[in-house]
């Protein structure tokens, strides 16, 4: 079982920034790839960003390519996203998912093909 906790969610203005922390408490933590969701009210859950188990695959979300970043560091079991140029219709509880994956490079972009899941922290963007 993993477990996987999501931290630095907060009230921001448009135009400002964040940074979304997710710690996992798996042993292999390299071989899991990892995701980013975010969900907002009265709206499915949506993909943002995912991370392949190496690190050296990414993929975005067109609604937020240029302005969201996401990083893994596996000594640490960190996952990380960086959130700039925040607008408000990023407002959304952001979720962090692990999936256990051979493949070190693949990504994964399916909600669906997630093990793990936080329980989500709050992004509010105030226009």
């Known amino acids: 079982q993993v477990q996987v906790v999501e931290s630095g969610g907060g009230l921001v203005q448009a135009g400002g920034s964040l940074r979304l922390s997710c710690a996992a408490s798996?042993?292999?933590?390299?071989?899991?790839?990892m995701g980013w969701f975010r969900q907002a009210p009265g709206r499915e859950r949506e993909f943002v960003a995912a991370?392949?188990?190496?690190?050296?695959?990414?993929y975005y979300a067109h609604s937020v390519k240029g302005r969201f970043t996401i990083s893994r560091d596996s000594a640490k079991n960190t996952l990380a996203l960086q959130l700039n140029s925040l607008k408000p219709e990023d407002t959304a509880v952001y979720y962090c998912?692990?999936?256990?994956?051979?493949?070190?490079?693949?990504?994964?972009?399916?909600?669906?093909?997630?093990?793990?899941w936080g329980q989500g922290t709050q992004v509010t963007v105030s226009s």
């Open positions: 991370i392949s188990a190496s690190g050296a695959s990414t």
């Open positions: 998912a692990a999936d256990w994956n051979l493949s070190q490079s693949r990504v994964v972009l399916r909600a669906s093909d997630y093990d793990y």
């Open positions: 798996a042993r292999t933590f390299s071989n899991y790839a």
